[in-house]
């Protein structure tokens, strides 16, 4: 597709916000949604609408279909051995809590490490700070570069024999930084350590095979990519799954029912207790059916170009600081001098232009930069050099507003 056949599948990109035509500088919170997706959602609402696996009915059948044929279109987007390692769940943010509920309250214990990131989201630092206190493990931290970047000698010094899990976001949703996931993997298994991965920056915009990573969780939400939210799936490790107790339990997971006693089904249905998000998989797998049609290396390709040329572009606007490394993810984290970040994202709102502002969900990283907040342009694969040029053109008006001389 080229790019004015992929912003045609995105009905919401043809408007005006404040009188100027929308320029959609937000993905990194969410993603907008093709028209596929969209008429997905409408015709399991309109058509299908059942619950799923217990019923014998027409519909229950084809909704039950659709629900595990979603399953299997994730088994594939990621390259899991088999469905089985393939868990529906709310999204990230649940996806991290279950693992480290269920896999983490099993197994660490007192004077146990759990290794993690300065950069991580709030949703990759709270589940293990709470499982840390309660069990007595120690929290620990790898140490970011000067650019935000991580050195594989710094994992190597932070993961010892007594670390049991590692967690690291696969790219910064603040700072764009890509981790070397496939590395640090192999450091941690070496140590007798599993690795967890956030990938809710990365699963929408590169290829991403768990078997070459060879880690032992990956969990990626699919309204960051295309797709509706409430839904997002867990990877998980057969071998490690089976050995989890659910963390919810009733309805759908449930095998038998005694007394005082019950079972559970077999994976992967044994984590999703209650009426699964139906509507929400199969949209799930109607965006990964958009984005492979599209092509993922020709996503890498759009969002690589249009970083490099917002940063080229962003260098000449007077006072205007960017954070992270030149090599990057799709987004640009950056302040003004004197500006506060939100009154930045108020007058590119009043330019129709969206960008974020704020901590990011990331304030121990804010605090690592020395910010109380930033703004953030992040791209996707709907996104042009046009939106680019508006969005400078937009920080130019920023700084006359304010009273800057260029």
Known sequence: MIANDIRNQFPILHQE????????????????????????????????NSNVHRGV??????ATDSYEGAREKVRRFINASSTEEVIFVRG?????????GSYGRANV????????TPMEHHSNIIPWQQLAKEKGATLKYIPLQEDGTLDLKDVENTITEHTKIVSIMHVSNVLGTINPIKEITEIAHRNGAVMVV???????????????LDCDFYIFSAHKMCGP??????????????????VEFGGEMIDFVGLYDSTWKDLPWKFEGGTPIIAGAIGMGAAIDFLEQVGRNEIEKIEHELVTYAMER???VEGLKIYGPKNRAGLVTFNIDDVHPHDVATVLDAEGIAVRAGHHCAQPLMKWLDVTATARASFYLYNTKEDVDALVDGLKTTKEYFGHVF
């Open 198 to 212: 956030d990938g809710a920056q990365a699963a929408p915009h590169m290829t991403v095979d768990v078997r070459d």
């Open 17 to 48: 916000v404040n009188g100027k035509p929308l320029v959609y500088l937000d993905s990194a919170a969410t993603s907008q949604k093709p028209i596929s997706v969209i008429e997905t959602l409408e015709h399991y609402y309109k058509n299908d």
């Open 92 to 100: 990230t943010t649940t996806g991290i809590n279950t693992v480290a």
């Open 314 to 316: 962003m260098s000449d």
């Open 109 to 116: 214990g007192e004077g146990d490490e759990i290794v993690i």
């Open 57 to 62: 009915h027409t519909l229950g059948t084809r």
């Open 229 to 246: 939210t409430g839904i997002g799936a867990l990877y998980g490790k057969k071998k490690l799954l089976e050995k989890m107790e659910p």
